[in-house]
Structures are given as structure tokens and as C-alpha cells.
């Protein structure tokens, strides 16, 4: 089965920015989950999608990042105005009813705040 | 609350010599343990997952890990390096059986192995 998928995979700009990366989790997962994974450290959950809606947004720092999930299938995450502390590597992530605890993750994409 | 220290920032071993790489979790309920793999420019990869069941836990490429009540660890073992295994590995904790699967991920063990 295809992995998850995340585009772009890298990503230049300047603070102030904006900016919005993209993910199509494996087929079927309802369960979607953004990390966000600075330099040196282990990824940190920003936001959990169950389908459409979101269970866990405690940790998005929601002055500036806005996630959605329209359709309950893929999803973005936006961050505007970027700020340089932004410069991490965001993760998309997906599970399914069967596997709760096991997630499968994309390659991610690397954003570079200038 | 729960979260996970590893032990060790690098760890460097020879090819063909055993790999630790150690982790001490903290939590609050019944945890549910977990080990990842990344190689550089790839995603996390899970190695092997503790989820209640049997405390001797094997997963993919040989390694394995024993989960510990009594000394809160999940230390990860493979009896010998190859050069393939060269990533950051990180320990991951979850609440077993929770509203939600949030995973706590440790700052991650970068292991180097020498020829």
C-alpha cells in the first residue's frame, strides 16, 4: 500500500511569510496527526485529526498555525506569518482503528525560515 | 503526565559489536512503549511497539527491546551492528487505551556505526 505522502518536500522563505504544507495520509486511516521536529529534537505533536474533526490542538501555537481537514482524507498546515524559530522539519502522520497506537509517517517537509 | 528520557544523545559502536541504546519512560497510566528509526531525509520507521503483552519485545532488523516496570526502562538491544543501522533512533511513550494516541517522543539517540 502507498505510504503517506507529504509535498513539498523542502521549502525556502522569508519571516513574514506564508507559507502551507500538504498530506495524504495511507487510505482508510481516519486518524491524521501533524509533528513538528526542530533541529536536535524529537518530533512534537501540533494538532490530531479523528476524520474531519480535530481531538488535540493543545500544542499549535494557533496565532500563526492553522490546520484543516475538509473532507476528512488530506489535510494542510499553514503557518502565517512564519517566524525564523519556525526553520523545523513537519511531519504528517496517519493510523487506523485496527493499529490505534502504531503511527505511519511521511517523509516530511523541511522549511527553512530566513 | 508522561514522558521519556534517553540516556544517551550518541552512541557510537564498531560493526558487528552489541548496541544499547537506553531509555527511561515516566508515566501516570499503563504505558504503551514504542522505538522509531530515522534515517537522514526519510521518515520515522517503527522498530518494535510494548503495548501490554509480553515484556521481551522483538521487532524489525534484529532488534529488540525489555520492558522493565520495576526500573521505568525500555532499552533497546541488537546483538550486532551493521553499518545499515546507522540513524536516530527515538523512544517513544503513549497512554494505553486513551481518548487520544499522542505519542511523547524522547530527544533521540543518534547512533554511529564504525567499519
Known amino acids: 500500500e502507498a505510504g503517506v505522502a507529504q509535498s513539498p518536500r523542502y521549502k525556502i522563505i522569508e519571516k513574514r511569510q506564508s507559507v502551507a504544507f500538504w498530506c495524504n495520509p495511507i487510505s482508510g486511516h481516519a486518524t491524521l496527526y501533524w509533528y513538528q521536529q526542530i533541529l536536535g529534537q524529537g518530533p512534537k505533536l501540533l494538532i490530531q485529526?479523528?476524520?474531519?474533526?480535530?481531538?488535540?490542538d493543545s500544542q499549535l501555537p494557533k496565532d500563526r498555525f492553522s490546520a484543516e481537514r475538509l473532507k476528512g482524507v488530506d489535510s494542510t498546515l499553514k503557518i502565517q506569518p512564519a517566524k525564523l524559530e519556525d526553520s523545523a522539519v513537519y511531519l504528517c502522520a496517519s493510523s487506523s482503528r485496527s493499529s490505534y497506537n502504531e503511527q505511519f509517517f511521511g517523509p516530511g517537509t523541511r522549511l527553512t525560515v530566513l | 503526565a508522561q514522558s521519556v528520557t534517553q540516556l544517551d544523545s550518541h552512541v557510537s559502536v564498531s560493526e558487528g559489536t552489541p548496541v544499547l541504546l537506553r531509555c527511561n519512560y515516566s508515566?501516570?497510566?499503563?504505558?504503551?512503549l514504542f522505538w522509531y528509526v530515522q534515517h537522514p531525509n526519510k521518515g520515522l520507521q517503527l522498530l518494535l511497539k510494548?503495548?501490554?503483552?509480553?515484556?521481551l519485545v522483538k521487532g524489525i532488523n534484529g532488534f529488540e527491546a525489555e520492558f522493565k516496570k520495576s526500573e521505568t526502562s525500555f532499552h533497546l538491544t541488537k546483538p550486532s551492528a551493521h553499518m545499515s543501522d546507522a540513524a536516530e533512533y527515538f523512544c517513544v511513550v503513549t497512554r494505553t487505551g486513551g481518548a487520544t494516541n499522542k505519542l511523547i517522543f524522547g530527544t533521540g539517540t543518534l547512533l554511529a556505526v564504525q567499519p
Open positions: 485529526f479523528q476524520n474531519n474533526g480535530v481531538v488535540d
Open positions: 508515566s501516570s497510566y499503563s504505558p504503551s
Open positions: 510494548y503495548t501490554s503483552a509480553a515484556t
